[in-house]
């Protein structure tokens, strides 16, 4: 049997990212990793409600953007205030796409991960 446990992304600011995500998503520092030779930091983030945790990679070495192909691969977050969230996000000029139809909208982190916002279930 197998359970989620973390989900990484690389980065190339880890600040800037870490900084986004607290804003955008309210997500915390868990734990971090730091080689020793200086040449790549990971960063874990969690909601504080379960165990998942987003892994960011930080890479000292890489200057140029990730491909991240046609954005298809995306984390989803379900927002307790869907409305509270969406207003915050369109207030930091974020989201990126909307699916009225779904009820669902994607924001997008300074990497250009997408991130889909879903409203809880009723």
């Known amino acids: 049997m197998f359970k989620f446990n973390h989900y990484n992304i690389n980065v190339l600011n880890l600040e800037k990212s ?9 997500l915390e520092k868990v734990r971090e ?20 945790s987003l892994e960011l990679t930080w890479l ?23 409305e509270k969230a969406y207003e915050l996000h369109k ?7 909307e699916n009225p139809q779904m009820g669902i909208y994607f924001i997008g982190d300074p990497d250009g ?10």
């Open 18 to 26: 870490i900084e986004f995500y607290k804003k955008a998503l309210g």
């Open 33 to 52: 990793k730091f080689s020793k030779d200086g040449s790549y930091k990971i960063v874990y983030l969690g909601d504080g409600k379960s165990n998942f």
């Open 60 to 82: 000292r070495d890489r200057k140029e953007k990730y491909n991240l192909g046609d954005e298809e691969f995306h984390l989803a977050l379900t927002a307790d205030d869907f």
């Open 91 to 97: 207030n930091m000029g974020i989201i990126i796409f």
């Open 113 to 122: 991960y997408w991130i889909e916002i879903i409203p809880p279930k009723k």
